[in-house]
């Protein structure tokens, strides 16, 4: 899938294993879920939560600007992504940064 095209459970996914979380539930709103063996789980939803999302915008130093109805996000490396909102926007591009323009997205996620 395209990185471009990520959203819902495939972006916060993407982020989240950008993130170094590899144990993964889906969830019905969109967020996706890491489980861990003692019961404690962990909702992933970095597109749609500015504290989730806000602290990797900030520690990636990634750029937010808006143009023609629509936000866009640059990495400092110089991979840019775009998204109807400041967070999907970012949360595309660091997962680009990361992960490339193309990553596979398990069927559950999409």
């Not at 539930?25 to 749609?48: E, I, K, L, M």
């Not at 989730?52 to 808006?66: A, N, T």
């Amino acid at each position: 899938m395209k990185t471009a095209d990520l959203t819902g459970a495939a972006l916060n996914w993407a982020v989240a294993k950008c993130e170094g979380y590899t144990e993964f539930v889906f969830w019905h709103t969109g967020a996706v879920t890491t489980r861990y063996p003692n019961g404690v789980t962990v909702n992933h939803n970095y597109s749609t939560d500015w504290a989730q999302g806000g602290p990797i915008i900030e520690r990636e130093k990634l750029d937010l600007y808006r143009y023609a109805g629509y936000w866009g996000a640059h990495h400092p490396f110089g991979n840019g992504e775009e998204g109807p909102t400041p967070l999907i926007a970012a949360m595309r591009c660091f997962v680009a940064s990361k992960l490339g323009d193309e990553i596979d997205i398990p069927e559950e996620f999409q």
